[in-house]
């Protein structure tokens, strides 16, 4: 039982899986940091407010706090933007130059098997 079990934890993928939700915690608290503690200065500089958590209405006595929706809405935009910018644009982009090599691989191929059959007649 524990041999099965220390295989599977000696797995890459796991390890992978283990690094990437540690990353993704610190850069979350990354994200939120700069989401609250410079963009959110830039904004109480300009609008007269330095956070939208203080922004609330109220209905029936109930207090809804739309400020820190607003909040929570710019760092997921930013936290999108950050992950496609620093992660799916450059793999994208080496997955289109393999792609590219291989397409040229296979062309230099084709060449090398015409050229046998000339050769061979």
């Given at each position: ?16 899986l ?37 922004l ?45 090599s ?20």
């Open positions: 039982m524990l041999k099965g079990f220390k295989e599977f934890i000696s797995k890459g993928s796991v390890v992978d283990a690094v990437g939700v540690v990353i993704g915690g610190v850069f979350g608290a990354v994200v939120t940091s700069f989401t609250n503690d410079v963009l959110m200065a830039f904004i109480g500089a300009i609008f007269g407010k330095p956070s939208f958590n203080d609330t209405f109220t209905v029936n006595g109930a207090v809804v706090y739309y400020g820190r929706f607003l909040t929570a809405l710019l760092t997921f935009i930013i936290t999108a933007l950050a992950v496609y910018f620093v992660v799916v644009v450059p793999i994208n982009k080496l997955r289109d130059r393999k792609d590219k291989e397409d040229e691989m296979s062309n230099e191929e084709k060449m090398v098997q015409l050229l046998e059959q000339i050769a061979s007649k």
